[in-house]
Each structure stands twice: as structure tokens, then as C-alpha cells.
């Protein structure tokens, strides 16, 4: 009888969940599977698609871009793709250069006040960036992982590399570890305002190059700008913290979108600012569904 | 014979106009083609890489620049200046109307432009 | 109990009162900012060194409100307009741009007239590439505008 009970009640939370996700993730839904559905067309055939979209890429490009089969594929970013990155990707792979980053997470999760009551379970990376209704906005992993320190009477971290950065690695590794996807909610209306809000900075042309992130990442995303191809939009969260080669160190996503918009000739926003948030909440939800893939490397 | 001996006089009267031409854009040329090539100038190699040239590693998200001698000089400044009359999302910045090249570097980039065949 | 809830209602209206003006007064100056030719009002010859760096001035706060400023370098445009009037004070055909990049503190020489004109323009268009936006954005949108 009391199981009956709890199934019951398992059923209606489930229903509730469905529900409320489904009256306010539609159009969010329908976004990420219109971009899944353009990046998997784009890559399944790039020699095929060349003239739609590839039009100036060279015959070494079209030798070296690799057709995507899976959408998994692409929490690899441009080695998703690119011949070339993925067999240097995988080199500097066989000695991961954050290991010991991930070792210094954990022992700040387990050291530092607060954050083990925080996050009694470690294996969240893919649930943020999270809509906290109590505050009302948008709250990164970052901002989250600051919240609790404040909240425990502790001075905040810098949102960019560091402290925060390793905290983030031990977080993403056990999430990558327990099998863990990508899984953001849009659980109310004030969320689904947030989600498009982001959307929006997100597609906007800014900066005196008048440069969106799509013209790079989405309709860019597989031709290059000098040496470099340009990384998918699709899967663009799923690897963080990073440890890029040009940092010589992890970042965070904050840090990342930091050096994008220097590259638009803008100002950037500051981190942990409801822009950065935003923008960052409509990112993580475009890759909802694949893995967990931090921390690891990129140029 | 006679009209082939014709011929090559105007192909050598025309030639040394050009190079006449061409002699006193020199110093502009150049000026255009640092602009083109320099990261933090023009940055044109970033996107575009240009026939017959030697250009270190262009990038290929615009089209490789070619047949640009026939072009008017008007339409490489206006394309420059603003690119964005055609195709609203270009990814191609306008470095004119935003500020980034003057006048000046502009016409340098345009006599640049002006040598790619 | 119920009156500190009041206290505190009211200072959060009272916040974001204040928010919502002042980017309703910058959205005003985005209206304000379309009908600036650029390439008419950021000429130094035409209009003189003073006018075009009033312009920049007028305009640019407007920008950093927005969340749009430019910056190019590592040098952000109200440091390009705040050099550009001392330079104006002093009547220096140069320009000498104080900036911080990476925590070091840097400095980069420009002509004025140069550096006018670029202030200016990145002011003014700053604010136009808002509304510019508003019109194109979904264009880049796959499934929205975007057709692939």
C-alpha cells in the first residue's frame, strides 16, 4: 500500500516535472533541436555540403574535416571534426595536464566551509547553469560555488581560473565519472525570459567587428579564421573547466566568454554579471542530453 | 607583321602607363598590404586569403580574393567601408563606418587590392 | 516584521525603479544615436576637433549603460574620449591612451584627429548596432530566421 503510495506519488512528481518543463522549455526545445538538427546535417557529409557550407574552404580543409556520425561527438568541439586537432587533442590526452588541478578540487571541496552542505553531491557540473527561482535569476556553477561561500561566511573566489576553476574540475570529473549529461531546466516563465534573453546576446552582432557568436560558432563553426576552426556552438559547454594551451591553465566558462567578446571588440561583461549568466544558461541548454566532458584540453 | 608591330607599340605604351601608375601607388601599396597582413591593423588574412599571393596561413570564413584589379576602386572602398548592404549577418566587420581603418588605410587596402589578379 | 518586508519592498522597487530609467534614458540615446550620420558627424575636418569628441562624450555613456562599449586593443572607448580631452586641455596634436592589459599598466600614442574620429564612431555605432540587432539577430537563428 505504501509503495503503491510512493509509486503514485513518483508518478505525479514525474507528471508535475513533465509538465512544468513542458509548458515552458517549448520553445527552448524547439531551438536545440532545430541547432542539432544544422550541425548534424552540416558535418554529416561535409565534402557533400561543401557549397552550402563550406564555400571557401580549401581541398586540404576538405581532406582534413572528418564527417560527425553522433551528436555526442560534438562535446569535442572542433576535433569533432578537424583530422588534424583531433590526433594532437588526443596526444596531449595521454598525459592530461589537469590531473592534478582535479586533485586540488577535491581537496577543496573537502577542505573548505560550507561546500560539501552546499553540494552534498559533487556530481552536478551538468545541472548548471540553473535557474534559482528564490533569487530569481540565473545562477552559474561559479556564482553558485561563490553564493556558498558568502553564505558561510567566507570571501568569495575569482570567478575565472583558480580556486574556482580546480573546485569545478573535481565537480566536472565525477560527473563525468558517474556518466553524467547535460541536463538544464527551464522551470517557469521568469526562466524562459532568462533562456531568451540569452539567446538574444547571443545572436546579436556587437563590438566594432560587429561579430555575433553565431557568425563564428554556428554558421562559422568548421571554417577557420587563420590556422583555427571555429568550435560548434553545439556541445560548447559540455568540456569545462578548461585547460587551454594559450591560458597555460583551467578556466572557467566565465573565463571563456570573457575572451570572446574581446575578440568582437567589446567591452566584456563582467563575470558573474546576469549577462554572462544568460548567455551562458542558453549555451549549456543548446547541448542538453550529451555528456559531461570536463575538465579537459583545448588550444 | 605591320599590325602586329602596331600592336606591341600600344602594349608598350599602355605597359609603361601602368607601371607609371603603379610607381607612384607604390608606397600606398605597400601601406595596403601591411594593413591587410598586420593582426592588429587590418587583420584581412584572418578571413581571406588572396591569389597569387604569398599570404601567412589566411583563413577561409571569407572567399579567396580574386580578379580584385577589375574591380572599381569605389566598390573595394564601399565594400571595406561597409559590407553590410547585402547580406545583414555577414561576418565581415565595417571597418570603415566603424571606425577601425580612416579613410587613409582604407584607399592604402584599396590600392592593394587593385594589384590582386 | 511586516514593516522591514515594507522597507525592503520598497528599496527594491526603488533599485530597479532606478535601473529601468537609466536604460530607458540609454535606450533613448540609441533612438537619438540612429539619426547620426557617422561618417558626416565623426569628421574632424568638417566639424572640428571639439565637436567630435563632444559627440563621443554625448553618446558613449550611453554605450557602457548598454553592456556594448567598444574596445579595441585592450583599450576601452572611454579611455580613448577621457585622453582625447586632456589632449583637448592641452592643445597636443597627440593623443597618449593610459590602459591596463593583463594587470600592466600600458600606453599607446595616437593622432588626436585619428583617435577622434574613432571615439566618435565607436560611440555612435555602438549604440546603432543595438537596434541593428533587434532587426537581424533571429536571421542567424537555425529553425528561427535561419533556413539551412
Known amino acids: ?299 | ?117 | 516584521m511586516k514593516r522591514n518586508l515594507n522597507i525592503a519592498t520598497a528599496l527594491a522597487l526603488g533599485v530597479s525603479l532606478s535601473i529601468s530609467l537609466s536604460a530607458g534614458d540609454a535606450q533613448k540615446m540609441v533612438d537619438e544615436a540612429m539619426k547620426v550620420d557617422v561618417a558626416k558627424a565623426c569628421d574632424v575636418k568638417s566639424n572640428g576637433l571639439e565637436t567630435v569628441v563632444a559627440t563621443a562624450a554625448k553618446f558613449n555613456p550611453a554605450a557602457i549603460e548598454l553592456g556594448v562599449e567598444f574596445k579595441r586593443l585592450g583599450i576601452r572607448n572611454k579611455e580613448y574620449i577621457r585622453g582625447l580631452q586632456e589632449a583637448l586641455k592641452s592643445k597636443s596634436k597627440t593623443v597618449t591612451l593610459h590602459y591596463k592589459k593583463k594587470g600592466k599598466e600600458k600606453t599607446k600614442t595616437f593622432p588626436v584627429d585619428y583617435a577622434a574620429e574613432r571615439a566618435c564612431k565607436f560611440a555612435v555605432r555602438a549604440l546603432q548596432q543595438v537596434r541593428e540587432a533587434e532587426k537581424t539577430w533571429r536571421l542567424a537563428v537555425p529553425g528561427d530566421g535561419y533556413k539551412f
Open chain 2, 1 to 117: 607583321m605591320q599590325t602586329k608591330k602596331l600592336f606591341l607599340a600600344a602594349a608598350v605604351a599602355a605597359g609603361m602607363v601602368i607601371t607609371a601608375s603603379a610607381g607612384g601607388n607604390a608606397d600606398l601599396v605597400k601601406e595596403g598590404e601591411k594593413i591587410f597582413n598586420t593582426k592588429k591593423i587590418g587583420n584581412c588574412l584572418a578571413c581571406h586569403a588572396v591569389n597569387g599571393k604569398k599570404i601567412d596561413n589566411p583563413g577561409n570564413l571569407g572567399p579567396k580574393l580574386q580578379g580584385l584589379s577589375v574591380w572599381p576602386e569605389q566598390a573595394l572602398y564601399d565594400k571595406i567601408y561597409n559590407p553590410y548592404t547585402t547580406n545583414p549577418i555577414s561576418a565581415m566587420p565595417p571597418f570603415g563606418l566603424n571606425g577601425v581603418l580612416s579613410d587613409h588605410q582604407i584607399k592604402a587596402v584599396v590600392a592593394y587590392l587593385k594589384t590582386i589578379k
Open chain 1, 1 to 299: 500500500m505504501i509503495a503503491k503510495a510512493v509509486k503514485a506519488t513518483v508518478a505525479v512528481m514525474i507528471g508535475g516535472v513533465l509538465l512544468n518543463a513542458g509548458s515552458f522549455d517549448v520553445q527552448a526545445e524547439k531551438d536545440r533541436q532545430a541547432l542539432v538538427k544544422y550541425f548534424m546535417k552540416k558535418f554529416s557529409d561535409p565534402v557533400k555540403n561543401r557549397g552550402q557550407f563550406f564555400p571557401y574552404a580549401t581541398e586540404e580543409d576538405m581532406k582534413n574535416i572528418m564527417p560527425v556520425k553522433k551528436v555526442e561527438d560534438f562535446r569535442l568541439g572542433s576535433y569533432a571534426f578537424s583530422k588534424v586537432g583531433r590526433s594532437q587533442y588526443e596526444e596531449i590526452n595521454e598525459m592530461p595536464p589537469y590531473e592534478d588541478d582535479i586533485d586540488a578540487g577535491e581537496e577543496l571541496y573537502n577542505g573548505t566551509k560550507g561546500i560539501k552542505e552546499c553540494f552534498p553531491d559533487p556530481a552536478i557540473a551538468g545541472e548548471y547553469p540553473k535557474f534559482d527561482e528564490k533569487q530569481g535569476k540565473v545562477v552559474t556553477l561559479s556564482v553558485a560555488i561563490n553564493d556558498c561561500l558568502k553564505a558561510h561566511g567566507q570571501k568569495p573566489w575569482k570567478l575565472t581560473k583558480g580556486k574556482i576553476a580546480d573546485l569545478e574540475a573535481f565537480f566536472a570529473a565525477k560527473s563525468k565519472e558517474a556518466g553524467k549529461k547535460v541536463h538544464i531546466t527551464i522551470p517557469s516563465k521568469a526562466a524562459a525570459e532568462a533562456y531568451e534573453r540569452g539567446k538574444k546576446a547571443y545572436y546579436a552582432q556587437r563590438g566594432y567587428l560587429k561579430l555575433s557568436c553565431a557568425n563564428c560558432h554556428v554558421q562559422g563553426s568548421g571554417n577557420r579564421v587563420r590556422r583555427e576552426y571555429l568550435s560548434p556552438l553545439l556541445g560548447a559547454t559540455t568540456h569545462f573547466p578548461v585547460y587551454r594551451l594559450k591560458w597555460q591553465g583551467l578556466g572557467t566558462l566565465e573565463r571563456r566568454i570573457k575572451g570572446c567578446e574581446k575578440n568582437q571588440g567589446e567591452n566584456p561583461h563582467k563575470p558573474g554579471s546576469q549577462w554572462v549568466s544568460e548567455i551562458l544558461y542558453f549555451m549549456a541548454y543548446m547541448s542538453n542530453g550529451l555528456p559531461v566532458d570536463g575538465p579537459d584540453i583545448r588550444k
